[in-house]
């Protein structure tokens, strides 16, 4: 048996904690959950990582050498941002004390974590998740392998409780890590991904998260939102479940109907630069809402196109002349300026947003030996889910947005 499924483009984090804020006086149950921004790094591994296929069977017959012990609303949780490129909150397995930082990721939509059955490097390196100390532990016994083109992951997909915040989902599948090869996770800082696509994406079509709480009727509307603050360090970035927080947007709310329910994926009438058709979405195009990608990708020819058409200088000369790129979605105009999608590379490799400095004469004063770029990277997602762009955080951090499953559309505001 063989699938192919997409996990989105992925990020190395750093420090992470994040609170629960219950809000008061709502009738509905709402949970926000705070998020935390993370320092990216657009590694190949990574690259490589979202472009495989995952190989699965419902044997044993990948891991026989490891011992395996089977055991028998509105929510407002907080996220943490470092360096305004990507954002991790928690979640905890089986009432252990452990909470794990995760990529909250609306681009997949399998739960992975790391096993304590897992001696890699890059399992010992992060918090791990031990069944044996959960009395809610399930052993499924599907196994998941994950080849791409630097490494290898290999793990099981099993069952426990999961919490985030006060929400306590039961019998949530997720996928342990049992065996790792390559890098693709070793040097990251978080200790796992919550995938929040739509369960077609999933292996062996297990319930994602979300489709869990929505089974087992655990908010009022089963709708979700981010909000990514562009204060670096700062715990102002929050998930939202059961609906979303208004204090996070100004100005009107605009939705959009899912145009395939396997990403959250749109469709766009067109792509403008300063408000000119240049080609770039010829007679319409799809995009997809992805919180797990810093960046905004494109089909490799459009995405060059545009970066020639942008034509941002290396040593950030024109900062000030560059044009705005407008996404086009029902007539509604998204519009993203230099300080949106312009970023420095510094002298030792890390990534330093525009949108980080108050000024743009602070921005040219950093450093010397920097060079400007763009946030975009060619991806050619296949068909029938692809050709696509993706909006990234990039995008989604200048426009708060929100997931209805009750209504299969994603809405979009400009965050405060």
Known sequence: MKQ??????????SYCASFLEEQPGMQNKIYSIKLERTQSQARKSFFDFITTGQHFRSKSDILDDIALTQTTQKESIKLYNFKNTQYTGEISFGGQENKFKVIFDTGSANIWLNSARCHDYG??????????????????????????????????????????GNVKIRKQEFAEIVRENGDVFAQSDFDGIVGLAYPTMAAYHFNPLFDNIMQQKLLDRNVFSFYFSRQENSRTSELTLGGWNQDHFEGELHFHNVANKYYWLLEANNILVNGKDVGLCKGGCSVIADTGTSLITGPSDDLYDLIDTLNIDDNCKNLKELPTLTFVLDGIHYDLDAHDYVMKIDSYGNEVAYGSFASTDSFLEMGAGCECIGTFMPLDIPFPQGPAWILGDTFLSKYYSVYDRDNDRVGFARSK
Do not use: P, R, W
């Open 4 to 13: 192919v499924y997409f996990i989105s483009i992925l990020v190395l984090s």
């Open 123 to 164: 399992c010992k390196n992060h918090k791990q998740y031990d069944g044996q100390k959960s009395l809610t532990y399930e052993h499924l016994g599907y196994d998941l392998d994950v080849e791409f083109g630097t490494g290898e992951l290999m793990g099981e997909i099993n069952a426990d409780t999961a919490y985030i």
